[in-house]
Structures are given as C-alpha cells and as structure tokens.
C-alpha cells in the first residue's frame, strides 16, 4: 500500500467575510496511461489499498454538508473508492474519528458518472484540519483516468 499525495487543481470559494461561510472545496486526480497519478512526487501507478491524500486541507470547523463524485474519465474495470478523511496531524480525535471511507464506501470510479456520496454520518464540524482521502478498491488503476471530488460544507470556525 501507497500513499499519493495531489496537489491541488481546484479551488476554494466562500469561508470568508463579505460572502458568508458556504465553502466549496474542488479536488482533481488525474492519472496517465499507465495508472499513475499526476501532480504527485510518486511514481508507480495506483494498486489496490493505495491512498490518495488531496494536499489541500478540508479546513478545521468545516461541516462537510455533501460530496459529490465527477468521473470524467472512467479508471477501469472494477475501480472502486472509498472516499473519507484523515487528520493532517496524524492523530485521531475523540468528537469525530477519522474514517477512511466516511464520505463513501465502494463509489465506482469504472464508469463515467456524477455520483453523490451516500454517506448517512451526522453533520459534526471537524475539529482540526483534515485531508480528504480516496482509497483504492475493487481493481488496480492501469490507464488514464480522471475524476473531480466536490465538497460542499459550512464554515463554523475552530470548534
């Protein structure tokens, strides 16, 4: 197992004063032909169990109200994700675990599609900041691919 870690395409709108506190936060990953992603420091192309961290961080106070999944370009047969977050500290915290697949479990990322994640967690802000995650299941990734996360949340500031 891998860690990946993206740099950021997207971007952020909203989280500061004068225009409320919605935010969306917008992750890419993109792969080349033989499964490896783009704007990453690693190399080898993406296995099962292998996780991509989105080097943007889902900031602290940030209450993830919806998730949405865009497979512009199908990653293959049987590719399937869990979608969750880990905390950029590396430490867990007692009011909201981390959880690698607590935005999704098992979203398919094998056909072209906008999937909107069918996660049933309560809506607690995180209390530190945290990467959004995406872990590899179901097949390994061995052509070019790409896809866009899109977060939808509410700034409530450090809890």
């Known amino acids: 197992m891998a860690t990946h870690i993206v740099q950021p395409l997207g971007g952020q709108f909203g989280g500061a004063t004068p225009y409320g506190n919605l935010t969306t936060l917008r992750y890419t990953l993109e792969t080349n032909a033989t499964g490896a992603p783009k704007n990453t420091v690693t190399s080898g192309a993406l296995a099962e169990s292998d996780v991509v961290k989105f080097a943007y961080p889902l900031p602290a106070g940030l209450v993830v109200e919806?998730?949405?999944?865009?497979?512009?370009?199908?990653?293959?047969?049987?590719?399937?994700?869990?979608?969750?977050?880990?905390?950029?500290?590396?430490?867990?915290a007692a009011a909201l675990p981390q959880h690698a697949a607590a935005f999704g479990s098992s979203v398919s990322l094998a056909t072209a599609a906008r999937i909107r994640t069918n996660s049933a967690r309560e809506l607690v802000p995180l209390p530190k900041d945290a990467f959004l995650t995406l872990t590899i299941k179901g097949a390994a990734v061995a052509e070019a691919g790409k896809v866009q996360i899109i977060v939808h949340g509410e700034r409530l500031g450090e809890v």
């Open 66 to 92: 919806d998730l949405q999944v865009i497979v512009v370009d199908p990653f293959g047969t049987g590719v399937t994700a869990d979608l969750g977050f880990a905390y950029a500290d590396g430490e867990d």
